[in-house]
């Protein structure tokens, strides 16, 4: 027979109440690191810091989620003062060191929508003298229906 005695930990058992009482008993008072499972520290094994944390979004990421909220507002209502807004805020950004797709689309979209606005405002001149006139000849008309 083999004369050594039989170890329950040594093959990965787990102790029972008893021996987790006794091991608490001995090592209270003790200032004991936590190991992990194969006897090291926790953290991180060679002794170095950890690397600072990086955020993971781009520089001036706000400036161009901005821009291109503004852009797509622009199309609805406050056109040429949201679009120029955009417009800013995107080079802003761009010059702020974000390469994001959000930032060209918001661009695209402030420059649209500036160029539709220019020929909204352009054709609105160009349309205006016939306005005018229509009015005035429905001006004429009515005040002849509200002479009798």
């Known amino acids: 027979m083999n004369n050594q005695s039989f170890d329950p930990n040594a093959y990965g058992n787990q102790p029972t109440g008893d021996q987790n009482q006794a091991k608490n008993e001995q090592t209270a008072g ?48 406050f056109g040429l003062p949201l679009s120029i807004a955009a417009l800013v805020c995107s080079i802003k950004a761009k010059k702020e060191g974000n390469t994001e797709n959000i930032n060209t689309i918001g661009l695209i979209i402030a420059i649209v929508s500036i160029v539709l606005n220019a020929i909204s405002v352009i054709s609105m001149i160009a349309i205006m003298p016939t306005y005018i006139q229509m009015l005035e000849e429905l001006l004429e008309q009515s005040m002849f229906i509200f002479r009798f």
Not at 30 to 58: D, H, I
């Open 30 to 77: 003790q200032n004991t690191e936590q190991q992990s499972y194969n006897g090291q520290p926790y953290g991180n094994p060679y002794g170095q810091p950890y690397a600072p944390y990086q955020p993971l979004v781009q520089p001036a990421h706000k400036l161009a989620m901005a821009s291109l909220i503004c852009g797509i507002i622009s199309f609805f209502c």
